[in-house]
């Protein structure tokens, strides 16, 4: 709801209209409009076109600059036919009218506007405060109730209340809540109330909103109507009710049964939209590292950078020097560096020991469990080697390391103790033949764990990056979830953070541009293939079920060589470590409970 639209039209005053538009906190565009009868001469409406320029301009000024005018007033004979036109080039995600003022002044049934509206609409009724303490938004869960709760949602109520009608004994079999049902569970300031009663649903609304600033509610959904109309709820309301009123209606396409379950499912779009706008960071934010250690002194809290690493040798000392150089010398955000290996073949142990940085190599850690290969694991080991209350990890493999990676990550944790953690994204230009393409990484994430995400954890829907290797987490949290061993890890972190901890808990920062080495195609498809274990393993865990066989978790991979092709077999098994937490050799270090 990024930009809305309200008339402003010769003849009618539309103070609702307006304050509604205001209270959103959109920007607000005001098209001049004059109304000229069929049987009038469109030149003889000059003067009527000045009065609109100059009440648009004193508009502008009375909204502080909250609002904006288009420079050219339609008159028309036909104005609404003309506004829609406007409407496509201004692009608004919502117009505005005021009932019935503006369809008396554009000489528009309101069948015809619903219908038409290349956008969607609110037909709102006053008074509307621009501060709106309660607002009260009823709910069958068709379509428009997504709109409808965008709105109340908007409108930043101290109390917002969703209410749900049923006639006695129907809720069972109320589909379509169901999918805003369990969206509802994710807005922590939204009271859901559940009310069956035989009385008419406009009445009962009205005698439910005594006490409430506003009502916002959709318009009737049928999707075996042609003509659009209000219908009679939120007609009543709009006659009848003492408070403001605001009836709304998406252009979105109607379902083909209003009984059909997956009517509601569009709903998860609220809570990802909602989340995405209040989570979503960018890393200039934190540039301030005076005020992040403020921050962090203000907490108590210690923070631990973690950095795997396998053959680095070309990358992480530059990595080591810069973190050290920015967070702890300048600025002492960071009370630890930690090297974790894999083995490396090359140097970067050595050069890490050099720089005085603790190197352990992960796979002689706890040796009773075992040594597995993947940079799960070593995540999953760091926080046995670490002491931060906040933990970092970020690859060293990145070109142009910066502070930005490591503080943005920070920066969140610091600032809402809501969040548990933290994932970066960037963009990822791609090397091809010695050129770079901008923006051309992040395959295995596009074509692998988003579209994953999407169909079976859709909550999780608005990660730009799952796949990020720079993040980060509050230990209390990190220590309690099980960890994936090879290039499962960022998805299953991001899943049981999710179930754990809900969707509030998970923070993204922009750090904008990461260069680094791309990995050739093969090796993509066997990080594919973990990933795709990882998902359906938590798949499995949410339904009681198992889905894989041990057998399938060998991949195939295709090889062409002498002219003939052949199978290759690689064993690509993506295992699992139990929460920190549970081993008792962490217990004992940190000196927790059982």
Not at 63 to 83: M, Q, Y
Not at 289 to 296: A, G, P, S, T
């Amino acid at each position: 709801m990024r930009r809305v639209v309200v008339p402003v039209v010769h003849g009618c005053a539309a103070p609702a209209a307006l304050d509604l538009a205001l209270a959103l906190g959109s920007e607000v565009v005001l098209i001049g409009v004059v109304r000229v009868g069929a049987d009038e001469i469109l030149s003889a409406a000059g003067t009527k076109a000045r009065e609109v320029r100059k009440s648009l301009r004193e508009l502008v000024v009375e909204a502080s600059g909250r609002a904006r005018a288009r420079a050219r007033v339609l008159v028309s004979n036909a104005p609404w036919v003309e506004l829609q036109q406007s409407l496509r080039n201004v692009n608004p995600d919502l117009l505005i009218l005021e009932w019935p003022d503006h369809f008396r002044a554009i000489g528009a049934e309101v069948e015809a506007v619903l219908g038409t509206s290349p956008c969607d609409i609110a037909i709102v009724r006053g008074p509307i405060p621009r501060t709106a303490h309660r607002v009260l938004v009823p709910v069958r869960g068709g379509p428009h109730a997504e709109l409808a709760l965008r709105v109340g949602l908007r409108l930043r109520p101290p109390q917002l209340t969703v209410l749900h009608l049923t006639s006695p004994g129907a809720s069972e079999r109320d589909a379509p809540f169901r999918g805003l049902q369990h969206v509802l569970k994710g807005l922590p300031e939204v009271e859901l109330q559940s009310q069956a009663t035989e009385d008419p649903p406009a009445q009962t609304i009205l005698d439910t909103a005594r006490g409430y600033d506003v009502v916002v509610l959709g318009t009737t959904a049928r999707p075996d109507d042609h003509r659009p109309t209000l219908g009679v709820v939120a007609g009543r309301l709009l006659e009848a009710s003492p408070i403001g009123v605001v009836a709304v209606r998406t252009r979105r396409p109607l379902p083909a049964s209003t009984t059909d379950e997956s009517a509601g499912a569009w709903a998860i779009s609220l809570l990802v939209d909602k989340w995405f706008a209040e989570n979503t960071y960018q890393a200039d934010e934190f540039s301030d590292l005076q005020h992040l250690l403020e921050l962090k002194h203000r907490q108590g809290v210690t923070i631990s950078l973690a950095l795997p690493a396998l053959n680095e040798q070309e990358t992480v000392a530059r990595v080591i020097r810069t973190a050290r150089r920015a967070l702890v010398e300048r600025v002492p955000l960071l009370d630890e560096i930690v090297l974790i290996d894999s083995e490396s073949t090359d140097r970067t142990r050595q050069i890490a020991e050099r720089l005085g940085v603790p190197v352990h190599v992960h796979q002689r850690l706890l040796p009773q469990l075992g040594a597995r290969v993947g940079k799960g694991d070593a995540l999953w080991k760091s926080l046995m080697v670490t002491r931060g209350d906040l933990i970092v990890w970020i690859d060293t493999d990145i070109v142009n390391i910066h502070p930005r990676f490591i503080y943005g990550v920070i920066g969140p944790l610091l600032l809402d103790r809501r969040v548990q953690f933290v994932k970066g994204f960037y963009r990822r230009p791609l090397r091809v033949e010695g050129k770079v393409q901008a923006g051309g990484g992040g395959r295995v994430t596009e074509l692998t764990a988003r579209p994953l995400l999407n169909l079976f954890f859709p909550e999780l829907s608005g990660i730009i990056q799952p796949l990020s290797g720079e993040y980060g987490g509050r230990r209390s949290a990190l220590e309690q979830v099980p960890f994936f061993s090879g290039y499962g890890v960022e998805a299953g972190l991001l899943i049981d953070v999710f179930e754990r901890f809900g969707l509030s808990a998970i923070a993204q920062v922009d750090l904008l541009e990461r260069i680094h080495h791309n990995q050739p195609l093969e090796a993509l498809g066997r990080m594919s293939f973990a990933i795709i274990q990882a998902v359906i393993a938590r798949i499995e865990r949410r339904y009681g079920g198992a889905i894989l066989e041990e057998v399938n978790k060998s991949m195939k991979l295709i090889r062409y060589q002498n002219g003939e092709y052949f199978l290759d077999v690689d064993e690509v098994i993506e295992g699992e470590r139990p929460p920190m937490r549970s081993l008792p050799e962490y217990r004992t270090k940190f000196g927790l409970r059982s």
